[in-house]
């Protein structure tokens, strides 16, 4: 199969060709996010606190079975610009084996915790009983999580945006769907509740599962998964963690952020903890959005590096950075122009309404910004420099804006949580710069082309 065209087309083409589907499909299951907690918020305010305080682990679970698979689209997209084809094979057999057993582990641990852990943010009974619920369901569909982003990554590394596209929206195209038939019983199905929605998203993420399976066993891809590789190599394995371990952490320190920030803020009102967690949901529209044109990028960058063209590799950058301002900006006009009508659509509470409508217009002043953070951290993971990837992660989600939210809520309480969100990304942008400038150097990518 001819992979060619990622060093020949001219960038903005092949960058909106690559990412366009991606985009679309994080669109999507964006909306999905949304029309989710919409539908749970429909039960009770205390079903959606529930969510909300379930969300860090549940984003846990994600962190880990996509970061590892990252690691898996980098070797392969690595190997394939080398014309390696062997070895991009065994890291993607590899690979699977290793977020399996993930996926076993994260069913097991994250069940047990999650009664002791909701207890740490909620003294109401019916909050932690149903994040329970929720949760049980929820996360015993953590290896077909697991199983469906390996096979996500694999597919985006040889090129097949088409497919993972069509996949990630049957799954949430059948999420959107099922979600209002379980979670009330509409027509011969029982009304499950809470339940419905777990149930709901987990029946999605199967599908998304199965159309990667029968593609994969309908057309031939450059790399192939092979009983015989399937043995676990020190070699291989330090390679896909030393990328997979760092972009896990990359997207597991949200949930270490929101759990941090639910701290402060469950000191001053229960009311700023849920304002928090719909801000979360609803900048998924925005960040998966751009997270989109990361996945684009990601493989563009791994093949062209892969194939020694350094120039080529700059120039993705930064198109993917120009287009990725371009959809903070549309998020920053939706959150100024419309912020009580995206907060209605998760409450009937007027107190909550106005809150959470201060909030967005604060935070949002710092989404244009934020794309030099999300742009240089997903091309350092392209380049396999996982470590400084997760650098401006640390600066991004713990080292700067943790700090600043405790200082600043002292002086202008829960507001001073909101501006600290903003403050965060403008330090973070000029710290990711100077990182991504520094690693990206003639010599530094000659040097570590060499380590690789």
Same mark, same amino acid.
């Given at each position: 199969?001819?992979?060619?065209?990622?060093?020949?087309?001219?960038?903005?083409?092949?960058?909106?060709?690559?990412?366009?589907?991606?985009?679309?499909?994080?669109?999507?299951?964006?909306?999905?996010?949304?029309?989710?907690?919409?539908?749970?918020?429909?039960?009770?305010?205390?079903?959606?606190?529930?969510?909300?305080?379930?969300?860090?682990?549940?984003?846990?679970?994600?962190?880990?079975?996509?970061?590892?698979?990252?690691?898996?689209?980098?070797?392969?997209?690595?190997?394939?610009?080398?014309?390696?084809?062997?070895?991009?094979?065994?890291?993607?057999?590899?690979?699977?084996?290793?977020?399996?057993?993930?996926?076993?582990?994260?069913?097991?641990?994250?069940?047990?915790?999650?009664?002791?852990?909701?207890?740490?943010?909620?003294?109401?009974?019916? @909050?932690?009983? +149903? $994040? *329970?619920? &929720?949760?049980?369901?929820? =996360?015993?569909?953590?290896?077909?999580?697991? #199983?469906?982003?390996?096979?996500?990554?694999?597919?985006?590394?040889?090129?097949?945006?088409?497919?993972?596209?069509?996949?990630?929206?049957?799954?949430?195209?059948?999420?959107?769907?099922?979600?209002?038939?379980?979670?009330?019983?509409?027509?011969?199905?029982?009304?499950?509740?809470?339940?419905?929605?777990?149930?709901?998203?987990?029946?999605?993420?199967?599908?998304?599962?199965?159309?990667?399976?029968?593609?994969?066993?309908?057309?031939?891809?450059?790399?192939?998964?092979?009983?015989?590789?399937?043995?676990?190599?020190?070699?291989?394995?330090?390679?896909?963690?030393?990328?997979?371990?760092?972009?896990?952490?990359?997207?597991?320190?949200?949930?270490?952020?929101?759990?941090?920030?639910?701290?402060?803020?469950?000191?001053?009102?229960?009311?700023? @903890?849920?304002? +928090? $967690? *719909?801000? &979360?949901?609803?900048?998924? =529209?925005?960040?998966?959005?751009?997270?989109? #044109?990361?996945?684009?990028?990601?493989?563009?960058?791994?093949?062209?590096?892969?194939?020694?063209?350094?120039?080529?590799?700059?120039?993705?950058?930064?198109?993917?950075?120009?287009?990725?301002?371009?959809?903070?900006?549309?998020?920053?006009?939706?959150?100024?122009?419309?912020?009580?009508?995206?907060?209605?659509?998760?409450?009937?509470?007027?107190?909550?309404?106005?809150?959470?409508?201060?909030?967005?217009?604060?935070?949002?002043?710092?989404?244009?910004?934020?794309?030099?953070?999300?742009?240089?951290?997903?091309?350092?993971?392209?380049?396999?420099?996982?470590?400084?990837?997760?650098?401006?992660?640390?600066?991004?989600?713990?080292?700067?804006?943790?700090?600043?939210?405790?200082?600043?809520?002292?002086?202008?309480?829960?507001?001073?949580?909101?501006?600290?969100?903003?403050?965060?990304?403008?330090?973070?942008?000029?710290?990711?710069?100077?990182?991504?400038?520094?690693?990206?150097?003639?010599?530094?990518?000659?040097?570590?082309?060499?380590?690789?």
């Amino acid at each position: 199969m001819d992979q060619s065209y990622m060093k020949t087309r001219p960038v903005l083409p092949l960058v909106l060709f690559m990412s366009l589907p991606m985009v679309l499909s994080m669109l999507v299951n964006s909306l999905y996010n949304i029309v989710d907690s919409f539908f749970v918020a429909q039960i009770s305010e205390d079903a959606m606190t529930a969510l909300s305080l379930v969300f860090p682990v549940q984003n846990l679970i994600n962190a880990v079975t996509i970061g590892f698979s990252i690691g898996i689209n980098a070797v392969i997209s690595y190997h394939l610009g080398a014309q390696e084809e062997e070895r991009a094979s065994a890291a993607a057999t590899q690979g699977i084996v290793c977020n399996v057993l993930h996926g076993v582990l994260l069913t097991v641990g994250c069940i047990a915790v999650m009664p002791a852990f909701l207890h740490l943010f909620t003294d109401n009974a019916l @909050v932690a009983e +149903l $994040g *329970v619920r &929720y949760a049980r369901i929820a =996360f015993s569909f953590s290896i077909i999580i697991a #199983l469906a982003m390996a096979f996500e990554k694999i597919f985006q590394a040889v090129g097949k945006m088409m497919l993972t596209m069509l996949s990630m929206l049957c799954g949430c195209i059948a999420n959107i769907v099922l979600d209002p038939v379980l979670i009330f019983g509409l027509g011969p199905f029982p009304e499950m509740g809470i339940e419905g929605a777990a149930l709901a998203t987990g029946i999605g993420q199967t599908l998304s599962l199965a159309i990667y399976l029968v593609a994969y066993a309908r057309k031939p891809l450059p790399v192939r998964l092979a009983r015989r590789q399937a043995r676990l190599s020190k070699e291989m394995c330090l390679r896909l963690y030393s990328i997979g371990v760092p972009a896990a952490l990359n997207l597991a320190l949200p949930s270490l952020l929101i759990s941090a920030l639910n701290i402060i803020l469950a000191a001053y009102s229960q009311l700023y @903890v849920l304002v +928090l $967690g *719909v801000y &979360y949901k609803l900048q998924t =529209f925005i960040y998966l959005t751009a997270n989109g #044109l990361v996945q684009g990028m990601r493989p563009l960058i791994g093949y062209n590096y892969g194939a020694r063209e350094h120039q080529r590799v700059r120039r993705i950058y930064l198109v993917t950075l120009m287009l990725t301002a371009g959809i903070m900006a549309v998020g920053t006009v939706l959150c100024w122009a419309m912020p009580q009508q995206l907060m209605g659509l998760f409450t009937t509470n007027a107190q909550t309404i106005a809150a959470g409508g201060l909030a967005l217009r604060i935070i949002s002043l710092g989404f244009i910004v934020s794309s030099v953070s999300v742009i240089s951290s997903g091309a350092l993971e392209g380049l396999g420099m996982g470590g400084a990837s997760l650098m401006i992660s640390l600066l991004r989600y713990v080292l700067v804006i943790i700090p600043a939210a405790f200082v600043f809520s002292r002086f202008w309480g829960a507001v001073g949580v909101w501006h600290a969100f903003w403050v965060t990304e403008v330090c973070t942008a000029v710290l990711a710069l100077l990182i991504y400038r520094r690693k990206t150097g003639g010599a530094s990518l000659q040097k570590n082309q060499q380590a690789l």
